[in-house]
Structure formats: C-alpha cells, structure tokens
C-alpha cells in the first residue's frame, strides 16, 4: 500500500515563506492532497494537485509535484500567525468501488514565531 | 449544514468498559470514514462506508472494535472492552462520491479517548 513521509516539525519567522515536504511511494495515486489541522480540530482540505500535474497555485498556496522523484511540497508564502497547525499530506485514487480512500502521512508542525 | 458531527467530545473511560462513539455525516455524503489519530501511528484509517455499507475494515485493528451504519444519517464506532492503548483521537470524515470534484474529505472534530 501507499507509505507516506513527511518531516515533523517546520519553525518559520511571521512574513516568511514556508516549504512543507513529503515523499510518497504509490506512484498509482492519482491526486495527491493537503490538508491543515488546527488545534482540537479535524483536518480541513487546503488543496490538492492531480498526478499529471507539476504545479498548482491557489493564493498563498503553491503546490510543487516531482513524479519522478515521488515528492510533494507546499509553499506558504508571507506566513502568519495563523498558519500554525499541522499539515498533513496524503494520497488517494477515487473510484466507485472505493471512493477516495486517503493514506496520510505522519503531519508536519508548523510553528510560526512573530 | 452544520458539518460532520462528532459526539461526545470527550471520553474518559476505564480499562474494559464499553465505548460508544457517534458519528452523523453531512447530508447527502455516500462515503463515512473512521480515523484514529495517536501520536506514535499518526492518522489510520479504520474503516469506511459507501451508501452505509462496510467496504474495507481491514484498519480496524481488533475484533474489540466495531462499527456500524444503520442509516445514511448515523454511525457508531465501538471497543467493547477497551484498553488503554485505545486512546487516542478517533475522526469521523465523510464525503460526497467518488469524482475529484466532490473528494473531499469533510472531517468531525474529534472525540479524544482516554481509557484509564
């Protein structure tokens, strides 16, 4: 089955850019998502990339994809305060049969410091 | 709609006692998934449902866990007994089908489980 790895833990100064990484090992899934966990929360889908893609952006969010090495990245840009949670990255092919079932990966901490 | 809803919030329960855990997903979602999210596993999925039907349970870790859809509104997750090495965070997400325009994965609040 899929295995997905991702860093613990990123620290980032208010107004940087952040880089969240991950590595996947099912070259089969077909998107490719993240996902943000605030505090006493659940996760909330950010964005997401389709396999064939190598980037997408959607305001503050880039989303890098390098099928060859198997590796996600999302870049924050001008980070703030609020951007402090967990970031999970995960992998999925939707079907009928199965519908999108999601292996995750381990989170990534983001703090950001004023 | 008001979201994936999660009840209770919280569980404080002793070593061998049943435990109930309920889930009503956002109307008009085919797909019910349960997580347990621990701090040594991360975020495992348990089980999964379409249209209330149990389609891969192969996370559910024990036969101490259960769970259940008896309609498209309502789901229960249960450990009878539970041990302490069940605590943790449990997720309910649901989602509407199957094409990328409707994925997503809406996610309850949680209930944290702890099992003394």
């Known amino acids: 089955g899929e295995d997905v790895e991702q860093s613990l833990f990123l620290s980032v100064r208010e107004g940087d850019s952040s880089v969240i990484n991950c590595t996947y090992t099912?070259?089969?899934?077909?998107?490719l998502y993240w996902y943000k966990q605030e505090p006493g929360a659940g996760l909330q889908l950010l964005t997401y990339?389709?396999?064939?893609?190598d980037m997408k952006q959607d305001q503050r969010l880039t989303v890098l994809l390098n099928k060859k090495d198997k590796h996600l990245s999302l870049r924050i840009a001008d980070t703030q305060t609020g951007d402090s949670a967990i970031y999970f990255c995960a992998g999925g092919t939707p079907s009928k049969a199965a519908g999108n079932k999601l292996t995750f990966g381990g989170g990534t901490r983001v703090l950001v410091k004023p | 709609d008001a979201g994936v809803i999660q009840s209770p919030r919280h569980e404080v329960t002793e070593m061998g006692q049943e435990v109930t855990l309920r889930c009503k997903p956002i109307?008009?979602?085919?797909?019910l998934f349960w997580y347990r999210q621990t701090m040594m596993r991360g975020l495992e999925l348990l089980i999964y449902?379409?249209?209330?039907?149990?389609?891969?349970d192969s996370g559910m870790p024990e036969d101490r866990f259960s769970a259940k859809m008896p309609n498209a509104s309502f789901s229960t997750l249960k450990i009878q007994p539970s041990e302490p090495r069940d605590s943790a965070v449990y997720f309910c997400a649901s989602s509407p089908g199957h094409n990328i325009m409707n994925t997503e994965a809406f996610f309850g609040q949680g209930t944290r489980l702890t099992v003394v």
């Open positions: 109307s008009g979602h085919d797909y």
């Open positions: 990339i389709f396999s064939n893609m």
């Open positions: 099912d070259s089969s899934s077909t998107y």
């Open positions: 449902f379409n249209n209330n039907v149990p389609i891969d």
